[in-house]
């Protein structure tokens, strides 16, 4: 409401579109937290585009985003992680001013052992013509064009973390009353960070560059202390770990897989457009993030995120080489 009214001229719509995401969110959690109960872990034997297992709650949260948002009349397109193609919307529905593009399930690798996952967004206006069906060139827009990027993360508390371009703030949901309650005004993440997150097993993939950089975060270098390390394996608690506590998180392309493993439309410009209103940085090792102009509705890149200062150390060495 607070950011609504720095905007005399707001519709309310673009509120009601982050309403009917915690809806999803809520949907989820709720999933999420009685996963061992109900028949809603484990994979299913379909991949989705990047040729990841889908696993069923990845179709479940899947389904629950686009059911929460596709009948609102407040969007004109919508593109998932687990979905080749952008999703209309449908015919008997307007088409709204908004473009959502999701990731609905991160960490699949960790539903089944009850380890932290997350759900990603990231909003656009449309800039297709208003009135027409949203199409792809809709969804490929820069990071620095988002009107809206936020995740939520199912923790140990489930918690909405988003930015309106005015800051970052973290609502925390509580489950007595089903609402998202401020709970973290105006994060700021630490300059230099704590800890260090990357899956050292890729180490003899990875370039010199990126060995040495490292390296430096784990052993110190010259005037930088060395980090502790720390990988959950799910981007979006990693990504959050290192935002509240100062960190740098970096899923590097290496020589089999140039472009990495992490997505840029809807893992790497959300998180890179919220580190950045929280004062950190976030490239793919040699480009700010945001200013990637998307080719692809799934194209893959690089990523090094988090703390300023350490972001700025290792894309200084990674992109001299
Ligand atoms: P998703 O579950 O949406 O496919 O994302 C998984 C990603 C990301 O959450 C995490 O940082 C990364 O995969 C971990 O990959 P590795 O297991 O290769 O380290
Ligand atoms: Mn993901
Ligand atoms: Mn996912």
Not at 22 to 37: E, Q, S, T
Not at 197 to 205: D, F, G, L, Q, T
Not at 207 to 222: L, S
Request: glycine letters at 10%.
């Amino acid at each position: 409401m607070e950011q609504e009214r720095l905007h005399p001229e707001a519709t309310g719509d673009l509120s009601n579109l982050l309403y009917d995401i915690c809806l999803a969110a809520k949907i989820i959690a709720r999933n999420v937290r009685r996963a061992g109960l109900t028949d809603i872990l484990g994979g299913t034997t379909t991949v989705n585009v990047s040729g990841d297992l889908q696993q069923k709650l990845d179709l479940v949260a899947n389904e629950t985003v686009r059911n929460s948002l596709q009948h609102t009349g407040r969007i004109c397109v919508m593109a998932s992680e687990e979905d080749e193609a952008p999703i209309p919307v449908p015919a008997n529905v307007p088409a709204g001013k908004y473009v959502v593009l999701y990731d609905p399930l991160d960490g699949s690798s960790n539903i089944d052992v009850n380890v932290s996952i997350g759900t990603i967004f990231s909003i656009y206006r449309r800039v297709s013509p208003e009135g027409t069906p949203g199409k792809l060139a809709d969804c490929l827009q820069e990071g620095l064009r988002q009107v809206v990027a936020g995740y939520i993360l199912y923790g140990s508390s489930t918690m909405l973390v988003y930015t309106t371009g005015n800051g970052v703030h973290g609502f925390t949901l509580d489950p007595t009353i089903g609402e998202f309650l401020l709970s973290h005004a105006h994060i700021r993440t630490p300059e230099v960070g704590k800890y260090y997150s990357v899956n050292e097993s890729n180490w003899n993939k990875w370039t010199p560059a990126t060995q040495r950089v490292v390296g430096a975060f784990k052993n110190g270098d010259g005037a930088m202390k060395g980090k502790t390390a720390r990988y959950i394996g799910s981007l979006v608690a990693d990504f959050h770990r290192n935002l509240i506590s100062g960190g740098v998180f970096l899923y590097p392309g290496d020589r089999k897989v140039p472009q990495g493993k992490l997505r840029l439309l809807y893992e790497a410009a959300p998180l890179a457009f919220i580190v950045e209103q929280a004062g950190g940085a976030a490239t793919d090792g040699s480009r700010r993030i945001l200013e990637i102009a998307p080719q692809e509705l799934h194209q893959h890149t690089p990523l090094v995120i988090g703390s300023r200062s350490d972001v700025e150390f290792a894309t200084a060495r990674m992109a001299a080489e």
